[in-house]
């Protein structure tokens, strides 16, 4: 069966500290790969989504980026955090039944 | 722009009633539309819908889709305090993207 694996699951950062939040996705190929974020109380919002390897779509410009190195890891970066990027951030894939599927997610707060 | 709202924003039931939480969308090249349940961490997946009329069910929770009138409902029959979550639902694009409602949060009291 499938499985999404992200981490870490919780991380404090002074501003202007880089970031790095990987999400590795099991038991499927060619998966389409999303990262959400999700401010406290609020919904979630669509920051990048991937449909391969090298293909990523950019929905909120901001100081983040994404890379998808292989077919099945999807990485969300930044090289300089600010207060704003706090939130808690979600991983999902979906494949072929359109179904969409989430990490455990990872609770980042920026000081 | 594509677009879920969500209503109630948030409601507060005994245990044993019956709610309904609504979804309406504009998303384009709709092919689907999506509940959630999310407790304290990350969405869990309850039903995805694609053909107007046909009701989905699990256990308590049903749901069913509109795609004239551009809307779903998820009902819970017989609420126990589980249930107490915000629910989400979101609306899948022709070109991949989900877009999420800011969710129903529903509380159930003893």
């Known amino acids: 069966s499938q499985t999404i694996h992200q981490w870490p699951a919780t991380l404090v950062q002074p501003v202007g500290s880089p970031l790095s939040l990987e999400c590795t996705v099991e038991g499927t190929s060619n998966p389409n790969l999303y990262w959400y974020r999700q401010a406290a109380g609020r919904g979630l919002q669509l920051l990048f989504y991937?449909?391969?390897?090298?293909?990523i779509s950019s929905e909120v410009p901001q100081n983040l980026s994404a890379s998808r190195p292989q077919d099945r890891q999807f990485i969300l970066s930044s090289k300089k955090l600010l207060l704003s990027d706090s939130g808690f951030y979600l991983c999902?894939?979906?494949?072929?039944?359109?179904?969409?599927?989430f990490g455990e997610g990872s609770r980042l707060t920026v000081l | 722009e594509d677009k879920v709202v969500q209503s109630p924003l948030s409601l507060v039931v005994h245990e044993g009633d019956t709610v309904t939480l609504n979804c309406s969308y504009e998303v384009t090249n709709f092919r689907s539309l999506l509940w959630y349940k999310q407790e304290k961490k990350a969405p869990t997946f309850l039903f995805m819908l694609t053909s107007s009329g046909i009701e989905k069910k699990s256990g308590r929770l049903s749901s069913i889709l509109d795609k004239k009138e551009l809307f779903s409902i998820l009902n819970i029959t017989a609420t126990q305090t589980g249930d107490s979550a915000v629910y989400l639902c979101a609306g899948a694009s022709g070109t991949y993207k989900y877009i999420f409602g800011t969710g129903t949060r529903l509380k159930v009291l003893a």
């Open positions: 991937s449909v391969g390897i090298g293909q």
């Open positions: 999902a894939w979906s494949g072929g039944t359109g179904e969409l599927f």
